[in-house]
């Protein structure tokens, strides 16, 4: 007889606040982008649309543009074009398995936070009219830490989104604790060097290349996440991962309970 496989042992980690990417991380987008580029490319010979979407995943629309297409880098027509893509093809693209819940229990201890501010954010390489309708298409609520392309001058794999992020909610001292959550290297790099933890999701890589890209957790969606109780102690959430592909081993290992 074979034995039953032995249940993972949860891993677990304690953070002060949670910064999500957009594209890939809470909406699977892939595929419209990909239609995106693959219709940009059918009046510009020069452009191949394959190479960029093999590349190009997590970079700013208007960086690709500039590198791949100098003469249509205006930026007022790259916004234009990008906020069109939800309507153009919305089609192709579907919500992130537990983004929508878990992103909503944020919210929901946020409010038992001293301050009550919201602990998480979002910073995207998307413009502000594509990432604002594919959180009216997820039914998320757009956060008050909102970052875009339109307001950084680095994109990622620059951590100037992510570091901006950690100022605005609070929490830029080193030693605090902050889990980015991404699915692309660029990201995972920026996410790092702003001195993250960093969740790696396999909506658009394989586990290996999310692992070796720097990821200290790789799990496949974010529907095995559940965040267990917000600490005013430690002003520190928990947060509990059942199923993952990988783990760094310090997320096994227990912490001891702080009583009051």
């Known amino acids: 007889n074979l034995e039953p496989p032995v249940p993972k042992k949860p891993a677990i980690f304690y953070v002060h606040a949670a910064l999500f990417d957009c594209d890939g991380t809470l909406v699977n987008s892939t595929g419209a982008i990909s239609e995106f580029w693959r219709n940009f490319a059918e009046t510009r010979p ?59 229990r944020f919210n929901e201890l946020s409010k038992e936070t001293d301050n009550k501010h919201q602990r998480w954010a979002i910073i995207t390489s998307g413009t502000l009219p594509l990432a604002s309708k594919w959180l009216k298409l997820l039914t998320i609520e757009k956060p008050d830490c909102f970052i875009t392309a339109e307001q950084v001058s680095q994109g990622k794999p620059h951590p100037m989104g992510y570091l901006s992020a950690r100022e605005n909610l609070g929490y830029d001292a080193p030693h605090k604790k902050v889990v980015v959550f991404e699915d692309a290297p660029a990201g995972i790099k920026a996410g790092r060097d702003a001195g993250a933890m960093i969740v790696g999701i396999c909506s658009t890589y394989d586990p290996e290349k999310i692992k070796n890209s720097g990821a200290d957790i790789v799990v496949s969606d974010l529907s095995s996440f559940e965040v267990e109780k917000y600490n005013p102690l430690t002003d520190e959430f928990k947060i509990i991962v059942h199923d993952y592909h990988y783990t760094k081993p310090e997320y096994l290992i227990r912490r001891p309970s702080i009583v009051a």
């Open 46 to 104: 020069h452009v191949d649309p394959e190479e960029i979407i093999k590349t190009s995943h997590g970079c700013r629309t208007y960086d690709v543009i500039a590198k791949w297409s100098p003469d249509d880098a205006d930026e007022a027509q790259v916004a234009e074009w990008e906020g069109s893509i939800p309507d153009s093809f919305g089609q192709y693209a579907k919500p992130i398995r537990g983004a929508p819940e878990l992103v909503s």
